[in-house]
């Protein structure tokens, strides 16, 4: 089957990860999907120098979704896609990250297909890959962390969750979308067994200017989101490895500023 990326194939979508943010960490792929590009639809955080790596002409479009608050529904963005497919567009769906990694992407695959249409997924960089690298965090370490796990912090509510044995020692934990529930997040793992010092990284807005990498204990995850004044797009890292990466130790410079607001 030829690729679908043949500039004479019309009336196809192609899935496209954009990455974390930074546009140097998208593939050579993702570029050329791009170039073709009749219609973009796009998430909201998408770097603006990835868009334009469209054709100036190309209809962009944009289907920003924020916490309980989205300018379309998935359904209504899966029809839309649909819909511009069927008039012969050449329609790329830009993604952040992965579109397979709590993109959605699986969903909007087979809305296409059910529709039966062509369709491509061009896989990115995704967020935990990204953001981790950055602030020189690795998740797996041959001494510290032989497994690694990624769960969503708000999917269908924490309680409906099970990340039983996914967080501690020789485990490394990474949470998407879990800014908003930091503290009960904390509190989820330290009922679970997960030791309260368990060291634990917040990698805000990775691989972008403004970027920050911060770390402290589990225990004070939730106040120092909060004394932080954290933002999404965010994620969490739990586990040793943490401790061998570059974020600044939130916790220790927390404790010198208390103690000289004591003296």
């Known amino acids: 089957m030829a690729s679908l990326l043949d500039p004479t194939a019309r009336g196809r979508v192609i899935l496209v990860g954009a990455g974390p943010g930074d546009p140097g960490l998208l593939t050579i792929r993702a570029v050329k999907a791009l170039e073709t590009a009749d219609v973009v639809v796009h998430d909201g955080l998408i770097d603006p120098r990835v868009l334009d790596l469209a054709p100036a002409d190309a209809q962009r479009i944009s289907v920003a979704k924020q916490r309980a608050r989205h300018t379309l529904s998935q359904d209504a963005i899966n029809a839309l896609i649909v819909a511009h497919v069927k008039t012969g567009a050449i329609v790329v769906r830009l993604k952040g990250g992965d579109p397979f990694i709590f993109g959605r992407g699986g969903e ?93 990284a917040v990698l805000e807005k990775g691989t972008l200017a403004d970027h920050r990498a911060m770390r402290t204990l589990l225990a004070d995850l939730g106040p120092m989101v909060t004394r932080e004044g954290v933002q999404s797009p965010a994620i969490i890292v739990v586990g040793e490895v943490v401790e061998l990466s570059d974020a600044e130790d939130k916790l220790a410079r927390w404790a010198r500023v208390s103690e000289s607001m004591g003296a």
């Open 108 to 200: 909007e695959v087979e809305a296409v297909r059910a529709a039966g249409l062509p369709v491509e997924v061009i896989p990115g960089v995704s967020a935990a890959l990204g953001c981790a690298a950055e602030a020189m965090l690795p998740l797996t370490h041959r001494d510290h962390s032989s497994a690694v796990s990624f769960v969503a912090g708000q999917c269908k509510g924490l309680s409906d969750q099970d990340w039983a044995g996914l967080a501690g020692q020789g485990r490394t934990l990474v949470i998407y979308m879990g800014v908003a529930t930091a503290g009960d997040i904390a509190d989820k793992l330290m009922a679970d067994g997960v030791a309260p010092d368990m060291p634990v």
